[in-house]
């Protein structure tokens, strides 16, 4: 399932330390790969029962009542990049049937929900070989704080569970030291670490700063509490109090808060 897991490819971008941009920067294209943080309806086309083109996803996307295949209540970093880049309004998925040439020429999303992860020196590699040589890659989350997570090992105070953001940033350590090694060995090739760890982290301990009354618990809860919000048992009234839209991915507003938090 989704641990924020993303990888972004840029055309003709410099990279920066955080998501800035000189101002004679032009960006025309934006890829992105990973998993449902950045599938924006892959999964649709698939058999999998990792799918969420079905309410209460998508009640807020633009007008509300929309789900398209994207893993929240409205739009995903995906979305938001594009439109922060002034490249388009939304990222198309690739299978999307109503795909265009056109849209290719600026960006899709190849991401496939409940992926998981890959190695990063083949995927790197691959890309490197295709062409690709300005790329962004999203660390881990402070996983022990995902809703699913506390459900199962918060106990009965329902904290982040420590172990498990052990374990992220002992896995964050080794891929930013594995990109650094990275740079150095291929030729031309512009690769970014982005640290979400931290930043989320903060976002949760004062939430109250940045707008949420909750960030711990999942907005919409639907039969399994750990998994998705199918055969809904609980929704919030208002999700733009919750950091969290289900037990693993962010409300748009939490997105959108997070993307602000690296970009500054």
């Given amino acids: 399932m989704a641990l924020l897991c993303a990888v972004f490819i840029m ?19 934006l890829f992105a790969f990973g998993d449902s943080i950045v599938d924006q309806g892959n999964n649709n086309n698939l ?43 939304l990222m198309p998925a690739y299978l999307d049937s109503n795909l265009k040439v056109e849209d290719l020429k600026t960006g899709v999303s190849f991401a496939s929900g ?9 995927v ?6 295709m062409g690709a040589r300005r790329i962004w890659i999203f660390g881990l989350p402070p996983i022990g ?34 990109i650094h090694s990275l740079n150095k060995k291929l030729p031309q090739i ?10 989320l ?3 949760i301990a004062k939430h109250n700063k940045y707008g949420f009354e909750d960030a711990l618990s999942a ?24 950091l969290f839209w289900d037990s693993y991915h962010l409300t748009e507003k939490g997105y959108r808060v997070l993307l602000d938090q690296i970009s500054n």
Wanted: aromatic share 8%; glycine share 6%; with cysteine.
């Fill in 190 to 199: 512009e690769l970014l670490y982005i640290n979400i760890y931290d930043p």
């Fill in 145 to 178: 704080c995902l809703p699913s997570q506390i459900l199962r090992g918060g106990g009965p105070s329902k904290i982040c569970v420590n172990e498990y953001n052990q374990a992220a940033r002992i896995a964050n350590t080794k891929l930013s030291n594995k």
């Fill in 11 to 29: 055309l003709f971008i410099s990279c920066e330390a955080k998501l800035q941009l000189r101002k004679d920067i032009n960006i025309t294209a």
């Fill in 219 to 242: 907005c919409c809860q639907g039969r399994n509490e750990y998994l998705l919000c199918d055969n809904v048992t609980k929704i919030c009234e208002n999700d733009a109090n919750y």
């Fill in 124 to 129: 790197v590699a691959d890309l490197y070989n």
């Fill in 201 to 203: 982290l903060d976002i």
């Fill in 47 to 89: 058999i999998t029962h990792a799918k969420c083109n079905f309410l209460p996803y998508g009640k807020d996307f633009m007008g509300g009542n929309n789900p398209t295949g994207r893993f929240s209540n409205a739009r995903t970093p995906a979305d938001m990049l594009v439109e922060d880049f002034g490249i388009k309004k």
């Fill in 114 to 122: 409940a992926s998981g992860f890959d190695l990063l020196t083949p």
